[in-house]
C-alpha cells in the first residue's frame, strides 16, 4: 500500500479578506486601513499565506502592488470563499429570528448625528433584540468596509459607483441656505442658489455634501479662506461668524437652528437622496427591510 503524505495548510478566512482588500486597493497601507489592522500584520499574514499555499499571489515592486496570474484565479475563489462564510453563519443562526443580534451600519458624518437619534429608540422599539453597532465614516471607507463584509449595511447621500452592491432610496433630504443675520440675503423668502456662490462654504474634501453643495450653487471651487471644516456643526459655525454661507440638508435643520445663522428654502430644487446600501446575497434581508421601514416613517414628517 502506498500512502501519500498531504502537507495541510491552514486556511484563513482573515488571509482571504487581506487578498480581496490588497487585490482591491493595490496598495498595502490603504488595504491595512480598510482591514483595520497595521500594514506590517497585513503584509506579514498575506505573506505566510503565500508559503502555505506555495504560490505568489501578488507582484510587489516599489510602485506598484499587481496580482499574478495565479492571483486572479486564487481571488476569485477568495470571494466566494467569503460569501460563502458570510451565509454560514447566517445558517447557524437559522432557527433564529433575522431581528435577532447585531446589525453592522455605517452612516456618514452628515447624517449620522441627526439621524441616528430619531430613528434609535423607534428601532428598539420595533426591533427588540436588533442592536446597532454603527460605525461613522465618509463614503467611500464605508463603501470598502461593506464590500470587504466589515459592515452589513450603510446609510449613504450618493448613487453606487459600482454594480457590486445594491441601494434603495429612503427618502429626500433637501438643502437650505445657512447665512449669517447680516448678510444681505438673510431677509428673503427663499434663496437662488446662484446666489450663494460668491462666498459659498463647503465641508472638507472627501465630504459627498461639498460636491453637492458645489454643483447646486454652480461652482467649481469654494470660498475657504484657511478653512478646512470637517463637520457641519463647524460649517455653522463659520456661518455664525459671517465668514460666508452654505447650504444645510434639511435633517440637521433642528440640530443647527439654535445657532446665530439664519435659515432659509432654496427657490430651486437642490437635494440630496438618502439610500440604504447592502450586499446583494446578505443573509439577513428582513433586518434591512425592519430598518428602512423605521426611517422612513421618522423621516415622513421632514424636517
Known sequence: MTIIAVRPFPLSFQALRYVVALAQHRHFGRAAKACHVSQ???????RKFEE?????????????VALTPAGERIL???????????????????????LDGPLKLGVIPTLAPYLMP???????????????????????????????????AAIIATDLPDRDLTAIAL???????ALPPSHRLASAER????????DILVLADGHCLAMQ????????????????????????????????????PA????ALSTRNVVLRPLAGAASRTIRLASRPTFPRPQALRALEGVIRKAMAGQP
Open 118 to 152: 430619531r430613528i434609535l429608540g423607534p428601532l428598539r422599539e420595533a426591533c427588540p433584540r436588533m442592536t446597532i453597532e454603527l460605525w461613522e465614516d465618509l463614503t467611500h471607507p464605508l463603501l470598502d468596509l461593506l464590500r470587504n463584509h466589515r459592515l452589513d
Open 52 to 64: 502555505d499555499l506555495g504560490v505568489r499571489l501578488f507582484e510587489r515592486t516599489n510602485k506598484q
Open 191 to 198: 434663496i437662488r442658489e446662484a446666489d450663494l456662490a460668491r
Open 171 to 177: 427618502f429626500v433630504d433637501p438643502f437650505l441656505a
Open 213 to 248: 453643495t458645489l454643483n447646486a450653487c454652480g461652482r467649481k471651487s469654494a470660498h475657504r479662506g484657511f478653512f478646512q471644516a470637517a463637520s457641519l456643526d463647524t460649517l455653522a459655525n463659520l456661518v455664525a461668524a459671517g465668514y460666508g454661507t452654505t447650504l444645510i
Open 251 to 254: 435633517v440637521a435643520a433642528a
Open 76 to 98: 476569485e475563489h477568495a470571494r466566494k470563499a467569503l460569501e460563502e462564510m458570510s451565509l454560514l453563519e447566517a445558517a447557524a443562526q437559522a432557527g433564529r429570528d433575522q
Open 40 to 46: 506590517p500584520t497585513l503584509s506579514s499574514q498575506l
